[in-house]
Structure formats: structure tokens, C-alpha cells
């Protein structure tokens, strides 16, 4: 699934106080990836942003919370959402 442009309007991230954030880096610093997950976590479109991740190739980028870059180096900083399993890059 691709989510439309309209299914993702109003998404937090899309806000002009978030729009600097590196969303789609695959080098995000540890600090970059605590404030998307903050962001992320009061998002009102969280639920479809999770099912596009999941339902597409996402290998880069973060995502519904979670830093979705595969080729990262294992951290022991948190980059998801509190609540939810830490997962490595593989």
C-alpha cells in the first residue's frame, strides 16, 4: 500500500516545526532520532504511517516511530516509541 497524499495530511511530521528533522536520512544522530520519536508519538496518523511502513519496501528513514534504517549499526540509544520492543539493524 501507498498512502495518498491525503491519507497522510496532518501528519506531525509535515509541520513546519518538524519539517528540519532528517525523516528520510539514513545518518539521523542519536538526538534527531529521540525528537522524531517524540514527535511521532502525538501524531493523529500514526496508525496509517505504521501500515505504510509495514506494507512497503522501507529500508531507510524513520517511520511511526521507529528508526526503520537497516544498515545501522546496533545503539543503545532508544529510537522507538516508549512501549514498543527495541529492534537491531540486521
Do not use: K, Y
Not at 13 to 23: H, I, K, V, Y
Amino acid at each position: 500500500m501507498i498512502a495518498s497524499p491525503e491519507s497522510m495530511r496532518g501528519a506531525a511530521c509535515a509541520r513546519p516545526e518538524n519539517q528540519d528533522l532528517p525523516w528520510i536520512g539514513e545518518d539521523a544522530s542519536p538526538l534527531a532520532r529521540a525528537l522524531m520519536a517524540r514527535v511521532c508519538a502525538s501524531c493523529p496518523i500514526l496508525a496509517t504511517c505504521a501500515l505504510e511502513a509495514a506494507t512497503t519496501t522501507t529500508t531507510a528513514g524513520f517511520w511511526a516511530g521507529h528508526d526503520r534504517t537497516t544498515w545501522r549499526e546496533p545503539t543503545t540509544v532508544q529510537d522507538t516509541l516508549p512501549g514498543l520492543e527495541l529492534g537491531t539493524a540486521a
